[in-house]
């Protein structure tokens, strides 16, 4: 590998005035940046701010509408990945990008074998692996183990080796410890130090706003698809990061109305699953709407699932208006009068050609047929038409095939199932997540109403403004546990610096 030590600090990538529209949402708007040689440049912005898209097009995934992109003082077109990694631009993203059944030397070389005589040389490319390997202070055993059989943080060490295999000059780190542990940061830091030290260029993207300051040189600010500012890294705080990435506090446009404060109908304590969180309390009363929030990585995904029975927790207990539950699977949710409205929609929420009567009463079943087998159609057609007309869910009829709604009015479907059977928790992950603004609104005002009824509600959510929009408190996810608690008053800076590391918010409960 090339020392590139003489030629540190010298701007490698220069872009100026990229803008990027898709239909009449502009992604990026004039944007200009520089990143230096021999240093780790932070890009950092909330959801929709435009880092991902100015990172496609640096990297050849996308094209830009206007401006020009120069690297290593030569104007430069990106048109292909391919292009921008023959000029040593390379990605390394959050799940590593690599064949589980192929072994390490294999991956490093896809694409690029060393060939003599017609075939491929594995006893050269291995050695080769092991080289590498060891000049960025990498186990060598690493060569010939199938990469299914290596952790996550060790694949994406590969992925990085994978990059210097190829000459990269300029590394991407697209949110490369949101799924690592404290233990694996501190390794992948130890290694974007070595590869700094020798002149490579890294663009680090990160929510963890904290740890910039272990590893970074110069910080970007990125919102609403323009540059806020570029600054050395020691001269700014999480907070004031944060407040950049904010802007200006939002309009307070929430409900107007009274938190209840009664005993709790959801009850978690010490909740945990593996690795992925633990020690997890939060209680929620009747009529009362609380928010889990966390950045990408946190933790707050997996709650849900092990709260509805998709996963099953290996610490703490959760408990149901004073009483604990086993719940064991999602029917065992339900009994327990506990609902849930998943993310994943397409995947886990609808049946796509199925009628929108049978998408609300699926899993339900039992209380639609007669005679125990015949399902009552008219009686599944009523209930599916009350709540249609409740959730003011836009179609001819409840017969009409899911697949013909827009993604909010198949939203409101997937929620009106979790009301066929009024539960007393109604767990809500992600829920305007793909909807459009009207939607949303209309899944904000049925929420509250729910919440109004008596129902307790958790929304557990990476969408801060939503969450403050909506709920009476907040309570912040990191590092896999509970920690600070916001009222309804809370500023949208404090909590995402709290989020991201910042444990002196103002504002918290």
Known sequence: MDDGTASRGEVLLSVDG???????????????????????????????????????????????????????????????????????????????????????AENIFVGREIVRGGRIDWRAQSERVRTLLADLGLPERYADRQVGDLSVAAQ???????????????LILDEPSAILTDNEIDILFALVRRLVARGVAVIYISHRLDELFRV??????MRDGDIVGTYPTDDLSVREIAEMMVGHELANDRP????????????????????????????????????LYGLVGSGVDEIAKTLYGVERPTAGTIAVAGRPVDVRNPRAAQRSRLAMLPSDRKHQGVFAFQ??????????????????FLMDRARENTVAKDLMAKLAVKAPGPRTPLNALSGGNQQK????????????VLVLEEPTQGVDVGAKEEIHRLVTELAEQGTAILVVTADL??????????????????????????????VLAAAAGDTGSEDAA
Request: glycine fraction near 10%; aromatic fraction near 4%.
């Open 216 to 221: 970074t040189d110069t910080v970007t600010v």
């Open 18 to 104: 990229l803008t990027k529209s898709y239909g009449a949402v502009r992604a990026l708007k004039g944007v200009s940046v520089e990143v230096r040689r021999g240093s780790v440049h932070a890009v950092v912005g909330e959801n929709g701010a435009g880092k991902s898209t100015l990172i496609k097009i640096v990297s050849g995934a996308e094209s830009a509408d206007a401006g020009r992109i120069s690297f290593d003082g030569a104007p430069v077109a990106m048109a292909s990945t391919n292009a921008a990694m023959g000029l040593g631009i390379a990605t390394v993203y959050q799940e590593p990008q690599l064949f589980a059944d192929l072994t390490v």
């Open 256 to 291: 107007d109305r009274d938190a209840p404060d009664g005993e709790p109908l959801l009850s978690l304590r010490g909740l945990g699953r593996g690795d992925l969180f633990h020690d997890i309390d939060v209680d929620v009363a009747a009529g009362e709407i609380v928010a």
């Open 413 to 424: 479907v997937v929620l009106a199932r979790q009301l066929v059977e009024r539960p007393d």
């Open 156 to 170: 994406q060490q590969v992925s990085i080796a994978k990059a210097m295999a190829g000459e990269a000059r300029l």
């Open 355 to 372: 009628s929108i009567a049978f998408n609300i009463t699926t899993g339900h079943a039992h209380r639609f047929r007669r005679f125990g």
């Open 465 to 494: 403004p939503e969450a403050l929009r909506i709920a009476d408190r907040l309570v912040v996810v990191r590092q896999g546990t509970t920690t600070v608690e916001f009222g309804p008053t809370a500023r949208q800076a404090d």
